[in-house]
């Protein structure tokens, strides 16, 4: 059966059939512990799910899940070489109140911006109903590879351009899949983290792609983050593309400023990321009455804040590594602590809150929790 796409607008759930073609019981690998060592999302799980857009069949295909397993393509296929490859990043969770509740946290919200994403690189938006149920169905499957608490399950959405031929255009056909795979900690240290302030090169411009989750944007980074890391940084801070003066990113992540009686983080100008953990730390940051502004963030005044106790402390949220607390800006070649590059209250507050509606710790009065079984 095939479907067409109405950018999730109707609800195919009923309409159509996810095909399973499972490996054995005897044939799958045994998920790890949260003791041993698991470099993040490096280790697949047994099963992934692959979902065809086919103009000349109707539109989207059923849906497969499948044994995990390599694509084969062209050398002259599009994606390799105009680059439409979207992809998105949530979890699923396993409840610490009852170990056989497993839950997704608003993964409506990650629907809804690869959605977006494909728009912005002119490619078929997966349906968003359609994108909640997938990954629902297949983290069901392989769902003993959810690590307990405080692991999770890190889900991979993604999706590719099909045609071949390198002449420059959009394709018209596009591959939609999800993969897996058990997610400890992002960061391997347990304190802050140091970030490298980049005043040259830019990660994206207003009016370019940096709202959407495209593989060029990360590629385009990977230079910067080279240099953070020779530099001993965990992180490079993005400036805008105009001025090299307003505080963007954090690495993949959005940024936040804790002053003693406010928080500040850049305003999505058009050029970052509508991220969705940073969407919830609002929340939760209303919810805590800590005021919380979104607006310009000058990195100049920042640095001048940090040196005189003013910021007191900063910090990047994400889904991958949820809220990992700043301690040390890198300009140049100088070192700029903050908060005597310790964790600090607010940020530690905000983590546990967050972490707590995740992991079913804490109650969820936002309804953001997704009950898969």
């Known amino acids: 059966m095939s479907l067409k796409s109405t950018n999730g607008n109707q609800n195919f759930i009923n309409h159509f059939k996810i095909i399973k073609n499972l490996l054995p019981r005897h044939k799958r690998k045994a998920p790890?512990?949260?003791n041993d060592h698991i470099p993040f999302g490096a280790i697949p799980t047994n099963h992934m799910l692959i979902c065809d857009y086919l103009p000349r069949k109707n539109g989207?295909?059923?849906?497969?899940i499948l044994p995990y397993k390599p694509f084969s393509f062209s050398p002259n296929s599009v994606v390799f070489h105009y680059g439409q490859t979207i992809f998105e990043g949530l979890k699923a969770y396993r409840s610490e109140c009852n170990e056989k509740e497993i839950f997704l946290f608003r993964p409506d919200k990650n629907a809804e911006r690869m959605a977006k994403s494909a728009q912005r690189m002119g490619m078929e938006p997966f349906p968003e109903d359609m994108f909640v149920h997938c990954i629902k169905e297949l983290v069901k499957i392989d769902?003993?590879?959810i690590l307990p608490s405080p692991g999770a399950l890190y889900i991979r959405p993604s999706m590719i351009a099909l045609d071949k031929g390198v002449s420059y255009r959009a394709s018209q056909d596009y591959r939609f899949f999800i993969i897996l795979s058990p997610s400890k900690n992002y960061f391997t240290s347990?304190?802050?983290i140091s970030v490298y302030i980049e005043r040259n090169l830019s990660r994206a411009a207003i009016g370019g792609a940096g709202e959407a989750k495209c593989g060029g944007n990360y590629a385009s980074s990977l230079l910067p983050m080279k240099i953070a890391k020779d530099k001993g940084a965990e992180q490079v801070l993005w400036l805008d593309a105009k001025e090299h003066k307003y505080v963007e990113e954090a690495g993949a992540m959005n940024v936040m400023f804790v002053y003693k009686d406010k928080i500040l983080t850049p305003a999505l100008s058009g050029s970052i990321l509508h991220g969705i953990t940073r969407s919830s730390v609002i929340q939760i940051a209303n919810k805590l009455n800590i005021p919380i502004e979104e607006t310009k963030v000058d990195i100049n005044q920042i640095i001048l804040d940090a040196k005189s106790g003013k910021l007191?402390?900063?910090?990047?949220?994400?889904?991958a590594a949820v809220i990992s607390p700043v301690g040390c800006l890198l300009d140049g070649d100088e070192k700029i602590e903050i908060n005597n590059g310790k964790i600090g209250d607010v940020s530690m507050l905000l983590k546990n809150e967050l972490v707590g509606i995740q992991s079913g710790k804490l109650p969820d009065p936002f309804g953001w929790r997704q009950l898969i079984s």
């Open 32 to 34: 790890p512990s949260l």
């Open 60 to 64: 989207w295909q059923n849906p497969e």
């Open 312 to 319: 007191t402390e900063m910090f990047a949220c994400g889904t």
């Open 190 to 192: 347990e304190t802050t």
């Open 143 to 145: 769902k003993d590879w």
